[in-house]
């Protein structure tokens, strides 16, 4: 049963245009959820997270959107740069697990964006 | 990352063969986890441990063993009763409400 889905394997976008990329849950109890960016061969990084009790968390060029009802996420990458080409994965996390539960995260297939010059 | 090494990059073993990946960790975090990721699938959880001396399965342990010793170390063992063992593992490390930290990866492949 997957929990987190991204139902985009990959997106292309153009440099300098908006990169969207979503992710969709049907876990209730999830009450926070974060973005990782993934190299090739590489582990993922930490790039933007968000609580429940927000609706959108911004850090420079990307933000978070976050629709409960609709249980939807999304992060927005403005402006796109080539250098952002990587796997991204949403992941969440359920209520209650604080602390060292942090790390048992339910994480999403991935989508492959690539930005092009 | 030099917080997190895991080594080695690449593995190669023979089908029934056990092999053991190392994790060792300098950034004192007490929380160590082994993720596996797949081709088109997202990470998910072998094994975590919070404490030295103590870890706990995660959602798909079977075939695997894991031990902490020491604080900066958690070696994850494939033995041969998992039936798929081909993919990239990933170790990771956390402390108090911080993100997960990752290291960067090994590739294992059985043949």
């Known amino acids: 049963d997957q929990q987190v889905k991204q139902n985009s394997p990959s997106l292309s976008v153009q440099e300098g245009r908006i990169s969207i990329l979503n992710c969709d849950y049907t876990?209730?109890?999830?009450?926070?959820f974060l973005w990782y960016k993934k190299y090739p061969a590489e582990g993922p990084t930490f790039l933007i997270s968000?609580?429940?009790?927000?609706d959108k968390n911004e850090d420079g060029r990307f933000t978070v959107f976050l629709n409960k009802s609709a249980k939807h996420l999304s992060l927005h990458i403005v402006p796109s740069q080539p250098g952002d080409s990587a796997v991204y994965f949403c992941?969440?996390?359920?209520?209650?697990?604080?602390?060292?539960?942090?790390?048992?995260?339910?994480f999403g297939q991935g989508t492959i964006l690539t930005v092009h010059p | 990352d030099g917080g997190i090494t895991q080594s080695p990059k690449y593995l190669f073993r023979k089908e029934g063969q056990n092999v053991t990946l190392s994790c060792e960790q300098n950034?004192?975090?007490?929380?160590m986890y082994w993720y596996r990721q797949d081709p088109g699938q997202g990470l998910r959880l072998i094994y975590y441990?919070?404490?030295?001396?103590?870890?706990q399965k995660g959602d798909i342990a079977e075939g695997y063993s894991v031990s902490r010793e020491k604080k900066e170390s958690f070696p994850l063992t494939v033995t041969s009763a998992q039936k798929n063992p081909t993919a990239f593992y990933l170790c990771?490390?956390?402390?108090?409400?911080?993100?997960?930290?990752f290291g960067n990866g090994t590739r294992l492949t059985v043949t």
């Open positions: 990771a490390t956390s402390a108090g409400n911080s993100p997960l930290h």
């Open positions: 968000i609580s429940s009790i927000k």
């Open positions: 992941a969440a996390i359920g209520s209650g697990a604080g602390g060292t539960s942090y790390g048992k995260l339910t």
């Open positions: 876990n209730s109890m999830f009450d926070y």
């Open positions: 441990s919070q404490i030295v001396n103590d870890f």
């Open positions: 950034l004192n975090h007490d929380a």
